[in-house]
């Protein structure tokens, strides 16, 4: 049997949940592909680092995970994660560090670590994929690896598998979605006529508002995320910071009664269209929808992608309230891939 | 280059639909497959049937077609459709004839003979993916051909593709969907409180509505489409007269106006689960859905499946007011799957 040996940079709540679901599906993984999958690097921020060429233990890195928050054992290691990424033995890695999405670091340089290696490379951060797609495309055309990222927009949904596997040969002209859970609350609260302070409270509550919200309310997570989508989709070629990014800060309960008595709704909307000359033109913010439209009906942590193209006209896809499993499949998903190469 | 040639049966709409998109993509199909796809017969009920081995004239084919409702030029033949399907050179069937849904036939013996002989088989009629889809399954993975049939369910929109290729290694527990662009009309349009003898004269003038509305009206299509959908995606071994189906023909005004006041509206839903013994059981029929459902939203001819699997949760995917173009394309990526092989 073969082996593939994953290095994870991050081991989070997703890295867990793939960690399970890892061990759930390995029979099921050699049976298909003749292939034992092994985790020979972990490193994290704060649960320390574990290296062991032959496969770490991974139903006891999840435990200590979890019991204790940091790691221990003989697989524990002095190297760095930069260490590992440049000398430990894998094949592929996974990176699942926190975003930075003003930059895209660190987690572009792993990535480009890795591949500059030789080694295939999958993430689950937006970052890389907005920042420098076409750098990470290139250097892995380059180097024959493959390099991953289903997971970066709506989990493990499929967006950019389903026009590169599913929708060959047609020509994506615009994408419109809605892609940011936190302020698609916000709004859904609002206009039950919720006071602000109390839906806050109850998004930080509920986990998907962060402490600091900005980065979801002024639409940076968004403008990410549509940057993502344009460069994979349409090859935009464009930086998060080329969007034209408005967020729903400034968004009263007056604007919210307005649009209602219009028979519309507020959403934060991304859209990805070309100008006259070709151009990939990407905007986010708020907009108003007819109530009536499939859209409107986009509530809580459900998104959705609509993708217009030559052949197929629009067709969307929808990922409905997903959990942390659905964020793992996009990595397994992927690792899969990895597998089939 | 290489040659794949093309045997059709069936040169209605979305043949000629087919044959148009294959034109314009031929150079595209060149450069990326190195393969000039050739259609070398074509058989018909009213416009005659045409043989060439080296290739009939498509573009030819098509403005006889459209202008003459008949075929002419040397290429006429007089082998009937089935002595073409036996003994014409072709390395793939692209099953187009009308569907008998009752039956599954004739359709399902063309693909039967194509197959047998060895060729690759892409159907866009749901007949026998309905009724004979193991029979055909097998026989193809027998014979180590290609068996496609994207279309059947909501034409070219990726349903089957989707699981396949975007959700590996995912198990499908449940499918729900709207399905029938006919019932939806109707449904949305008794909504409004337009009178039926109106909405089926519209709907005919519209081209949705069926001289017979029969079919449609009372869940045949729907049924004939979810037992595709379980027999692929959920492997249930069924036929469509082992659905439990209710059409919306007992639906009144009054029916329409209670659910109203529930917040609701009547959709006609297709559904597969699992029972308790782990049997697929198939269900059309009539449901209240409420207003603010995305369900609810899926008006005129929009269609929608939502997918449930052990590792993605619920997935939906969405074809918006599709054209006989989203159909070609349906037969147009089945063939890239040929090409691909």
Redesign the interface.
């Known amino acids: 049997m073969k082996a593939l040996r994953l290095a994870l940079m991050g081991f989070g709540n997703v890295g867990q949940a793939f960690g399970k679901?890892l061990l759930e599906?390995q029979e099921?993984?050699q049976d298909?592909y003749d292939t034992e999958v092994k985790i020979t690097a972990i490193a994290t921020a704060t649960k320390g680092n574990l290296y062991n060429p032959e496969g770490i233990d991974i139903a006891k890195a999840i435990e200590d995970a979890e019991k204790n928050g940091s790691f221990n054992g003989p697989d524990l290691t002095e190297l760095g994660g930069i260490e590992l990424l440049e000398e430990a033995e894998y094949d592929c890695l996974m990176e699942l560090s926190p975003l930075d999405i003003f930059t895209g670091q660190p987690a572009t340089d792993h990535l480009m670590i890795a591949i500059s290696r030789g080694k295939h490379a999958i993430t689950a951060n937006k970052g890389p994929v907005a920042w420098y797609f076409r750098d990470l495309k290139y250097l892995a055309e380059e180097k024959n690896v493959g390099f991953y990222y289903e997971t970066v927009v709506m989990d493990?949904?499929?967006v950019f598998?389903?026009v590169e596997?599913?929708?060959?040969?047609?020509k994506v002209t615009e994408i419109r979605g809605i892609l940011n859970s936190t302020t698609n609350f916000i709004l859904e609260e609002m206009e039950k006529g919720c006071d602000m302070d109390d839906i806050m409270a109850r998004g930080r509550q509920m986990g998907f508002i962060e402490a600091d919200p900005a980065m979801d309310i002024e639409g940076y997570d968004a403008a990410g995320k549509v940057t993502a989508l344009l460069n994979v989709l349409m090859d935009a070629g464009i930086r998060p910071d080329q969007v034209k990014r408005k967020g729903i800060e400034d968004i009263t309960m007056d604007d919210i009664r307005a649009a209602a008595s219009r028979g519309n709704v507020i959403k934060l909307l991304c859209k990805g269209s070309l100008d006259e000359e070709g151009n990939v033109i990407a905007e986010v913010g708020p907009q108003e929808i007819p109530r009536?439209?499939?859209l409107?009906?986009?509530?809580s942590t459900?998104s959705i992608v609509?993708i217009t193209t030559d052949?197929?006209?629009?067709?969307?896809?929808?990922?409905?309230?997903?959990?942390i499993?659905?964020t793992a499949?996009g990595v397994?998903?992927d690792m899969?891939r990895v597998l089939e190469r």
């Open positions: 679901m599906k099921e993984i298909r493990g949904t499929p598998n389903l596997h599913t929708l060959k040969m047609a009536t439209d499939m409107a009906s986009v509530n459900t609509s052949l197929m006209k629009t067709v969307s896809i929808v990922e409905h309230e997903p959990e499993e659905q499949y397994f998903g899969l």
